[in-house]
């Protein structure tokens, strides 16, 4: 079976290296040393500099000749002004003793050890020296010396003092503002509270900070859509996302908050700014039980005097019948108009309790309208409704608005044919016009027929009709010419009103 040559490694003439060995695995140490590209210097057991690299001259200014073989802490001259100890001399020394000299951010990593330590330049400029340090041992384990790499990091330490600078005011901003405020990370957990928020829920900042997720104070049963659609639409969205929830405090106790949603620009973080509603809610609560339970208690008086008042209009109307004496049939007239005007605002009181009881909501306008017919015979009097998709914010009694206007365009106008109700969007609002074709209204009684005491044909029904509006503050007024017909003007503000998108 052939056999494979093997070659032999020829040695040089002088024994010591194989012949063709590559130059750059005969570079010796010290050539390595001077060459590496830190400021790098070596002292022996006694202090003495037995190293000094070319980065170390560039940097000092001092040639190797000058000093090599000098002791004495004279390495120190040419960083500090003085001679003192260097991170070198400090490497045995206990981390207390080595801040004593000004080392900060230092950091162990086996034998060696790495600072920094600010200093005083020769022209009054404050810099800032990283040094890492470690000790020389021969083959045995035994210490020969110390080495130490320096290098100048002012900049970037003056770039760090001022990002740090920056965040402490941005704490002390946020620490002192009035909304609880959260700064969530990419795996929801939380790296910033304030105190507002332990305030609100019982926690120190130690309990929270890097050691709880948001969702931890979240209620079950708000959970699933933070965490399914507010991240989403906050990472999408450069505006706040707004959901009210139930947080937890530490004692079990839910309370209502409203939470503003934000992501943090170029980064998956999120800052969450929390308002505590639960006081809020509960005085609404509170005053919407009372004003239920007045209701029902107004209810029940109504009723009764409602019946009453049906008695004496029966006994009223009875005495008329049978009365020939034309002093007394006067005397029981007024008495029966009486009775017509209590009842009358009797009726007013049930319509104007129910105004502002639910909380108001987007309403389309024109179904708005339908609905304010539905009790109406009009057919005598042609309704056109030209408004397609728009919704205005308004009470849930917004029907009974067009309701009344409509009444009043039958009521009151002579002669009347037809009545449009149309939108026109201005600069700054929208306006809902709701004319007719009959009298008009006279200049003197634009304003009066709005008030609570105007006795004309549809009682206060336009008193009725603005105050249902201004619960959101729309206004209304009438802006007809006299003899041309009626013109009442709805201004509902800008945030009042919306074109909705048709669903698809």
Known sequence: MPTRAVRRKEKSPDGMEPAGMPATDRIPPQAIFDNLPD????????GIVIAWNRAMEKSTGIPAADMVGRGDFAYAVPFYGRKRPMLIDLIDEPDEKIREWGYTSLKRKGDAIVAENPTIYSDNTVRVLWGLAAPIRDTDGNRIGAIQSIADVTRRWARETALENTVQKFREILDNIGAATVIIGEDDLI?????????ILGYV??????????MEFVAPEDIRILQNVARKKALASDDPVRYEVRLIRWDGELRNAMLAITRIPGTPKLVVTILDITD??????????ANQKLNVLNSVIRHDILNHLTVLKGNLDLAL????????RAVLDKEFAATNAIQSLIVFTRDYQDIGIVQPAWQDVREAVSKSVAGIRSEKFPLAVDIQGVEIYADRLLPRVFANLISYAMKSGRNTTRIRIYSEESFEELHIICEDDGTGIPPGMKEKIFSRQFTGETGPGLYLAREILSITGITIRE??????????????????????APQQ
Do not use: H, L
């Open 39 to 46: 400021a790098t210097f070596a002292i022996d057991t006694a």
């Open 191 to 199: 790296s910033f509270v304030n105190p507002e928020f332990g305030r």
């Open 205 to 214: 900042r130690e309990e929270i900070e890097g050691k709880k997720k948001w």
């Open 280 to 289: 809020k809610i509960r005085a609404e609560s509170a005053v919407q039980q």
């Open 321 to 328: 019948e049978t009365n020939t004496d034309p002093a007394q």
């Open 479 to 500: 802006t007809g010419i006299a003899c041309g017909g009626a013109c009442f003007e709805i201004r509902v503000p800008r945030g009042v009103y919306r074109f909705p």
